[in-house]
């Protein structure tokens, strides 16, 4: 970080900051949003624990569908040269890609991510909802 600024400023060291808080706000509702809807629909209220394992898989599936094209975008964006850039946004660099490779280029890697977001997601929500039964009992 301290070279990046050092040899081209701020700038630079921000690079995909919009991109990033984009990927976020739409990933972040639509992962709790579903998480929660799904938790009143399979039982919340009777404690189950393959509740939060299927509601946080999914929603953790649901989460990085929402955003795997600005994902791509951001992450080839923040890749790209810093002496030489070929892209001016991470916008850019989206049309440019897909103009050039197709829309199947936003999803590579997609199904090794799907699988993780549920394996990660559903862990980590059950351990979650354990943890909460425990503190408040």
């Known amino acids: 970080a301290t070279q990046i600024y050092q040899q081209h400023g701020l700038k630079k060291l921000y690079l995909g900051f919009n991109s990033t808080w984009m990927r976020e706000a739409i990933g972040l509702g639509t992962y709790f949003g579903t998480y929660d809807t799904l938790m009143l629909m399979l039982g919340v209220e009777r404690q189950l624990a393959i509740s939060s394992l299927i509601s946080g898989g999914l929603a953790g599936i649901v989460c990085w569908l929402s955003m795997y094209p600005i994902d791509y975008a951001k992450t080839k964006f923040q890749s790209d040269s810093l002496t030489?850039?070929?892209?001016?946004?991470?916008?850019?660099?989206?049309?440019?890609e897909v103009k050039?490779?197709?829309?199947?280029?936003?999803?590579?890697?997609?199904?090794?991510?799907?699988?993780?977001a549920f394996i990660c997601n559903a862990a980590g929500f059950t351990c979650f909802e354990q943890a909460k039964r425990m503190l408040y009992s």
Not at 100 to 116: D, E, N, Q, S
């Open 84 to 96: 030489n850039p070929q892209y001016k946004n991470a916008t850019q660099c989206l049309i440019s």
């Open 100 to 116: 050039a490779k197709g829309i199947p280029v936003m999803f590579t890697g997609f199904p090794i991510m799907m699988a993780r």
